[in-house]
């Protein structure tokens, strides 16, 4: 046993805690300039053929989504499979989808940024992105689920002709002014977050268009501590601004469904349930992204195994709430003793014409994060990846399932009709991936896609006392006052 | 051509965050106003080590986000209700043409409020984050593209890996052999006259 060693097991007799390291944030022990170099590195350079070969089929996808809407309106909604009673279908649905993804970005940017969790500032950027171009995404959808597109600025609070205002005691008015906040506040974090980063790529360029760009939208950043010290309380306060908001985001969009009166919706656990689910469905595709984003431009030192950990776990935790609500809803259906809840119930679940469709939801959701219980499966990037993808269908099933399958079953047989999506409503949505895919290539492309600033933040050598202890790898709040109970991790790991 | 210079300040390098830190502590002690530090990223501790007050962007930021509430309030009470007549204020309806709408089997009075708290909400933050985000340009200065600083060729390290200290030539108690000394006395490395083309 080495004297360290028995330093440490001698503690462990006496009770005293020992205070462990913390894993790194960034592995290797990387200094500044190595991540300004790698990180602008990926901007600067030839993008690798991989990102044509993505970027190609990503465009002409964007133009079959672009191609459907013109069919649509050209011919008018009836080319699409909504028929009575099924008037919210797979757009709504896709609607839902995407704005749901967001969730996870602001969830990284604001909520964990709040709690002081350090390993949100690999992440942070290209969830932020992946936040803003899924928020576009989920905008087509209701704009042009009013039918007549041309008439979509009805929906903004001016009035009509008629002197006629909107009705803003709707959910569906609520929807308008959450989505538009939402996608507003978070574009104006995003950029906010861009700003000292697009400085660190103007000083890097050639005089040229390129430097005049980014000079332009850096605004003039000389990185001073007195604009630093506004900056941070800007960003703070930007932070505690959008948990709320991405709270309310989603609570609003399942108030659409919550306050009708239609049996399957009308329930009061839908706007955590929904939260939970967006949440959940968001940090999926996060991974989704960020795991090949990793792996094909070599930042595995930045986006460590810990951080996908992380990631695994908050899927776990929010998937065990879904399921957690899925259960609960088919409980409450039979416990309030009303048919009507309990037959919605029964037809999604047992004896619908789409029971499929909960299969699969149910399976991807709650069954499939059941394998990050285990460590091994979480530091495995083909079964993460399997599970996220397995996630982001499942979310879609989800909606589909309460939209869909609950309209096609009302309180009366006379009014039951089983949904068929037509191939307009199909390439639509297969469209809109192009769409996110081709604005997230063009972000990696042109901006840094990890905050190089912030990154930089939370290296050890960052802080400004982090000489005058001695201590490697450990900050002073860690250790509670006990320095001496501080324990290298090479010396707790030969313990 | 002969071009008119005015002196800008002294630029001085420092090897790390911790040198920076202990370097504004002195600059601070020395009874410095006009100066500043450059770090590619915030440092922890640093407004303290500077001497600097807390930023006032959260009072911005709170009248900011009422405006909004009031705006959303009165944009749908306005709109929707009775409520501005009931109070003795029904000209601005008349102003503003707008009358009560009647849907969904709701009051027509102040008791519908509670169907617009979502709008008030969303609009409060809305109206807080643009606050936010022009508050915080207005407090720094910015955008300002053109800044002597950048005529400096060592200064674009401060996005990369530079810590720097400037101090001004407008602070009543710069001289030129006395900045420098005291720049070279706390740790100051390339330490440089900067100056501004006029």
Known sequence: ?495 | MSTLKRVHGYLAEFDGVADLYHAAEQVRDAGYQRWDVHSPFPIHGMDKAMGNSKSILPKLVFVGGMTGTCVAFTLQTLTQTNFWSSIGLGFLQKLAETYPTVVQAKPTDIFTLPAFFPVMFELTILFSAFTTLFGLLALMGLPRWNHPLFVSKQFAKFSDDGFFVCIEARDPKFSQEGTKALLEKIGGKNIELVEDEL
């Open chain 1, 1 to 495: 046993m080495s004297a360290e060693a028995a330093h440490i097991h001698e503690q462990a007799y006496n009770g005293a805690p020992r205070i462990l390291d913390r894993e790194p944030l960034v592995l290797n022990k990387r200094s500044y300039s190595w991540i300004t170099n790698r990180v602008c590195g990926i901007v600067e350079n030839k993008q690798p053929l991989l990102w044509w070969i993505l970027f190609v089929p990503s465009v002409l996808l964007t133009g079959l989504t672009a191609f459907c809407f013109a069919y649509l309106i050209s011919t008018g909604v009836g080319v699409w499979g909504q028929k009575q009673p099924v008037a919210w279908a797979w757009d709504i649905t896709n609607f839902v989808f995407w704005i749901g993804i967001g969730h996870a970005g602001t969830l990284i940017s604001a909520i964990l940024f709040l709690t002081r969790q350090k390993w949100r500032t690999s992440v942070n950027r290209a969830a932020e992105a992946m936040t803003i171009f899924a928020v576009m995404c989920a905008g087509l959808f209701p704009a042009f689920h009013v039918g007549r597109v041309w008439m979509v600025w009805f929906l903004a609070p001016v009035p009509n002709a008629n002197a006629i205002w909107q009705n803003f005691k709707s959910p569906l008015l609520w929807d308008v002014f959450a989505v538009s906040t939402y996608f507003s506040v978070s574009l104006v974090f995003w950029y906010l977050g861009l700003v000292p980063d697009l400085a660190t790529l103007r000083d890097r360029c050639k005089p040229g268009l390129r430097k005049a760009l980014y000079g332009i939208f850096a605004l003039g950043w000389r990185g001073a501590n007195r604009h630093w010290s506004h900056y941070e309380t800007a960003y703070m306060l930007l932070a505690a601004l959008s948990t709320p908001l991405v709270l309310s985001v989603h609570s609003v969009v399942s108030f659409d469904f919550a306050t009708s009166v239609v049996p399957g919706w009308h329930t009061t656990i839908f706007p955590p349930y929904f939260v939970a689910g967006a949440i959940f469905g968001g940090f999926a595709m996060v991974l989704t992204l960020m795991i090949p984003v990793s792996k094909i431009y070599g930042l595995g030192d930045l986006i460590t195994p810990k951080h996908i950990d992380n990631m695994a776990k908050i899927i776990l935790l929010t998937g065990t709430i879904v399921g957690y609500a899925y259960s609960m809803e088919f409980f409450v259906a039979y416990y309030s003793a009303n048919k009507f809840e309990l037959q919605t119930f029964m037809l999604r679940g047992l004896y619908g014409p789409s029971t499929w469709a909960y299969y699969f939801m149910f399976g991807f959701n709650v069954f499939a994060p059941q394998l990050f219980w285990y460590r091994p499966f979480r530091h495995n990037m083909w079964v993460v990846m399997f599970v996220c993808m397995c996630v982001n269908a499942g979310m879609w099933f989800e909606r589909y399932v309460i939209i869909a399958t609950t309209l096609e079953r009302h309180l009366t047989p006379g009014s039951w009709r089983t949904y068929e999506a037509t191939w307009v409503d199909k390439y639509t949505f297969l469209g809109t991936f192009g769409l996110f895919m081709m604005l997230f290539l063009l972000f990696l492309r042109f901006l840094p896609v990890i905050a190089i600033g912030e990154v930089k933040g939370v290296l050890p050598q960052s802080d400004p006392h982090h000489h005058d202890h001695g201590k490697e790898g450990v900050q002073e709040e860690d250790l509670m006052g006990y320095p001496d109970r501080h324990v290298p991790r090479e010396a707790a790991a030969a313990a």
